[in-house]
T-cell receptor, first 109, second 113 residues
């Protein structure tokens, strides 16, 4: 079955340090992958979509089909990056999203 | 920027009662979704809706649940005979097309007593 794994429940980094939020997926075909962010008391917001290959708020994510990963990276964390981050998978034949359990990022001053 | 809106933000209901959760999707979106998140667990897909019918549903979405688009703007989730385990955050989402990113509402926290 299709699955998304985010191994870290909590990731704490200092301001200015690099950040990597891990996401691995289980799907044998061509996936579509997303990162959503949820700031405190706000809604889930789309951060990145792998097919867009954009950099949003300094974050990037590259799909690695060999490792079935879609890790989220930022070279220099900011305090305002503190939030809950969810990786999500969709695939051919469905429009539903399969979410990981999320990683809470805390950026310390 | 247009947003998906959900009402109420918090609903408290006695076990066995029926609840209706309401959503107003973004106006030019054609695909609508419900997800739920039990406290401490992952966001889970319930159902997708397109062209006035269910296009996909999960195993969770059994006969206790139903969805409806009663008019041109609202999209509702009805839960009959609520159980304690229905307590969760329910998120509505919409997308312009099925393969476009989904936009989520703030959620409705449902508490079953």
């Amino acid at each position: 079955a299709q699955r998304v794994t985010q191994p870290e429940k909590l990731l704490s980094v200092f301001k200015g340090a690099p950040v990597e939020l891990k996401c691995n997926y289980s799907y044998s075909g061509s996936p579509e992958l997303f990162w959503y962010v949820q700031y405190s008391r706000q809604r889930l917001q789309l951060l990145l979509r792998h097919i867009s290959r954009e950099s949003i708020k300094g974050f990037t994510a590259d799909l690695n089909k060999g490792e079935t990963s879609f890790h989220l990276k930022k070279p220099f964390a900011q305090e305002e990056d503190s939030a809950m981050y969810y990786c999500a998978l969709s695939y051919s034949g469905t429009y539903k999203y399969i979410f990981g359990t999320g990683t809470r990022l805390k950026v310390l001053a | 920027e247009p947003e998906v809106t959900q009402t109420p933000s918090h609903q408290v209901t006695q076990m066995g009662q029926e609840v209706i959760l309401r959503c107003v999707p973004i106006s030019n979106h054609l695909y609508f979704y419900w997800y739920r998140q039990i406290l401490g667990q992952k966001v889970e897909f319930l159902v997708s809706f397109y062209n006035n019918e269910i296009s996909e549903k999960s195993e969770i979405f059994d006969d206790q649940f139903s969805v409806e688009r009663p008019d041109g703007s609202n999209f509702t989730l009805k839960i009959r005979s609520t159980k304690l385990e229905d307590s969760a955050m329910y998120f509505c989402a919409s997308s312009e097309q099925g393969n476009q990113p989904q936009h989520f509402g703030d959620g409705t926290r449902l508490s079953i007593l």
